[in-house]
Nanobody, 124 residues
Framework: QVQLVESGGGLVQAGGSLRLSCAAS????????MGWFRQAPGKEREFVAA????????YYRDSVKGRFTISRDNAKNTVYLQMNSLKPEDTAVYSC?????????????????WGQGTQVTVSS
């Protein structure tokens, strides 16, 4: 099993920044990549970004490219999501997830483990 705990959410004004953290514990060696997803009220969960543990390859949804940066600290088994130039439409519950080798990075079906989520609210 892998346990994931997110932190760093909160309320910020449009144009501001937040950094989310996701600490992984347990059988982390069984995971290949980590992803961030978000879900706004009344909307489906959507992919935000992903990163592989070993090489550090990164993937982003188009709407966050240039504003969000995903990174990892292998020694701490922690993944970060730096969010800059936040917009009201970024408001959502953000969850981190862990996946194995198979499956698409942008598909939540590929992820086996999920954190509880952290709320990000961007005011206009």
């Amino acid at each position: 099993q892998v346990q994931l705990v997110e932190s760093g959410g909160g309320l910020v004004q449009a144009g501001g920044s937040l950094r989310l953290s996701c600490a992984a514990s347990g059988r982390t060696f069984s995971t290949y990549a980590m992803g961030w997803f978000r879900q706004a009220p009344g909307k489906e969960r959507e992919f935000v970004a992903a990163i592989t543990w070993v090489v550090g390859s990164t993937y982003y949804r188009d709407s966050v490219k240039g504003r969000f940066t995903i990174s990892r600290d292998n020694a701490k088994n922690t993944v970060y999501l730096q969010m800059n130039s936040l917009k009201p439409e970024d408001t959502a519950v953000y969850s981190c997830a862990a996946k194995g080798v198979s499956g698409y990075y942008y598909s939540d079906y590929a992820y086996n483990y999920w954190g509880q989520g952290t709320q990000v609210t961007v005011s206009s």
